[in-house]
């Protein structure tokens, strides 16, 4: 695993390693988000499988608070058969489907496939080129990409032709955490954050899948599978989101690497939401409709921070309300854990980007974080708006007549609100940061983060016309646009904060 040490060197170590070092490392080391989070899973499903874990929520607060050992997962390892942990075991490779053993010479591609980010939507019906690249990849990465599979792989079409297996393996069914955030705590070292996202279990840990293979009772692919569900949390964690299999071959130094995969489609868990979507955000969408936070191609995970602080406000059991009850001794401005949100922005079955978050969080502090991100989201919003607005007014001043084919180029020109949302997110989390910091009410600090944003956004506004040629409908379009943009500051609608009044009574409601 990549890991990053205290003294902020990246090392690749052994899983035993990693638990025997938890207390020395400071974090995971993935080369994306989602490959963070799916080897955070991994490691998750490790402890339960060898039974540390908490038994119930006090045991859970001793374990945070009291730093609970995690060497004994190291000990469970090194009791555990190496066939268990070998990649390329000729009858059970690990985290893979043995079953596809005859298919991978015939219907195998290049690597390219394995990594979510560069296997576009599997199939490529319209260019294969880029599949039949066989540049291997290391086996430690293709495991690792193998992992962000199982648990973020988008539904689409397997390119998997002429098998013996049943239509319904090219069928791809989405990863557990595809059409969702995945909400992470993290804490000062490795072995913290695995504590904080631990939860109790009465019973058994449940068993950790290591391979497709002939012991287990996996699905069929002659016909649609009916949910299975998950025998406890191990299984969970480290469940076959895709029937998978890699060829090892030898690297140009004598390393082990991957140069070809096949990838079929996986099990359809059953899942409950009380049990099984413990770090779900509750989020309410424009129409009033309850779902679960998301990654979104049009709304950056921060414009929604308010939602993970609500979430704790409002919870009565499960993550969000042990991270509230967690006890907290202010020491100095140090914010002791942060919240890592990760979701996978995808259109239809085409990965398009990661879209991730980190905001501070302090136990007790949830209501002026809430207030402090809902607020700073709302102000946002708004200039954001405006800049829309103003970008209309002046395009309409000197293109009365535009073409239609020029109009979104046209208006481009004078849109400043790409540019204002790059600087207000950095803005955004500094406010966070200061409101958990000083542990007061962020009235003051949202008075001088509204001022601020509003400068940014009036500068950046009157920036769009310096590249325009001076002449009278130009003059005459940024008078307009400068125009509407400080009447609107002082406008019913503006939040309160821009208008230089104190923050309503209801603004904290949730």
Same mark, same amino acid.
Request: some cysteine; aromatic content about 10%; hydrophobic content about 40%.
């Given at each position: ?12 170590? *052994? ?17 994306? #988000? ?15 499988? %060898? ?9 859970? +607060? ?30 059970? #490779? ?11 010479? +015939? ?8 990594? /979510? ?5 599997? !199939? ?35 390119? /998997? ?5 049943? %239509? !319904? ?41 290591? @391979? ?5 009772? +996996? ?36 390393? /082990?690497?991957?140069? +070809?995969? &096949? ?33 979104? #191609? ?37 914010? *002791?854990?942060?919240?890592? !949100? ?5 259109? =239809?079955?085409?990965?398009? !980007?990661? $879209? ?16 402090? $991100?809902?607020?700073?989201?709302? &102000? ?19 293109? #009365? ?53 509003? =400068? ?7 920036? =769009? ?9 130009? @003059?005459? %379009?940024?008078?307009? %646009? ?29």
């Amino acid at each position: 695993m990549r890991v990053v040490t205290e003294d902020g060197e990246q090392e690749h170590l *052994p899983l035993s390693a990693v638990f025997e070092r938890a207390e020395q490392l400071s974090a995971f080391d993935g080369t994306t #988000p989602g490959e963070t989070v799916a080897v955070i899973e991994y490691l998750l499903a490790i402890c339960f499988a %060898a039974g540390v874990f908490p038994r119930n929520d006090a045991e859970w +607060r001793k374990w945070v608070r009291g730093k609970r050992d995690l060497a004994p997962v190291a000990a469970w390892l090194r009791k555990r058969p190496d066939t268990e942990w070998n990649l390329f075991d000729p009858q059970q #490779p690990l985290g893979q489907a043995d079953f596809l053993r005859e298919d991978l010479d +015939r219907c195998g591609v290049g690597p390219a496939q394995l990594v /979510i980010e560069q296997a576009g939507d599997y !199939a490529q019906l319209m260019d294969h080129r880029h599949l039949e690249n066989e540049e291997p990849l290391p086996a430690a990465e293709a495991f690792r990409a193998m992992l962000t599979q199982h648990q973020f792989g988008l539904p689409g079409r397997a390119r /998997i032709s002429d098998n013996d297996h049943g %239509a !319904a393996l090219t069928n791809l069914i989405g990863g557990r955490l595809q059409s969702r955030v995945r909400v992470v705590a993290l804490g000062e070292s490795v072995a913290e954050t695995l504590r904080l996202n631990l939860y109790p279990v009465r019973g058994s840990g449940g068993r950790l899948n290591t @391979t497709w293979g002939p012991k287990t009772e +996996r699905r069929e692919f002659t016909r649609r599978p009916s949910g299975r569900t998950p025998e406890g949390p191990a299984d969970l964690h480290s469940y076959l989101g895709r029937s998978v299999l890699l060829r090892p071959a030898w690297g140009p130094d004598g390393e /082990i690497v991957v140069d +070809r995969v &096949i990838i079929g489609s996986g099990e359809l868990l059953t899942l409950d939401p009380d049990l099984h979507f413990e770090d779900a955000v509750p989020y309410v969408k424009a129409n009033g409709v309850l779902t679960w936070l998301a990654a979104s #191609p049009t709304r950056a995970v921060w414009r929604d921070a308010h939602a993970l602080y609500g979430a704790v406000c409002t919870a009565q059991s499960g993550f969000w309300y042990r991270l509230g009850q967690l006890p907290y001794e202010r020491l100095g401005f140090e914010v *002791p854990y942060q919240l890592w !949100a990760v979701g996978m922005v995808a259109k =239809k079955s085409l990965p398009v !980007a990661w $879209s991730e978050g980190c905001y501070p969080y302090a136990p007790g502090m949830e209501q002026q974080l809430y207030l402090a $991100s809902r607020r700073g989201s709302d &102000i946002a919003e708004y200039l954001a708006r405006v800049l829309g607005l103003a970008a209309w007014v002046a395009f309409d001043t000197v293109y #009365p007549r535009p073409n239609p084919n020029d109009k979104d180029r046209l208006l481009a020109r004078f849109d400043a609100r790409t540019d204002f949302w790059q600087s207000a997110e950095e803005r955004f989390n500094d406010l966070l940061q200061e409101t958990a910091a000083h542990g007061s009410n962020p009235d003051g600090l949202l008075l001088g983060y509204a001022a601020e944003m509003r =400068k940014t956004a009036h500068v950046l506004l009157d920036g =769009k016309f310096d590249s325009l040629p001076a002449r009278d409908l130009v @003059t005459e %379009a940024k008078i307009k %646009a400068l125009d509407l943009f400080l009447r609107r500051m002082t406008h019913d609608d503006a939040p309160v904060e821009l208008r230089g009044e104190g923050v309503r009574g209801d603004a904290g409601a949730y």
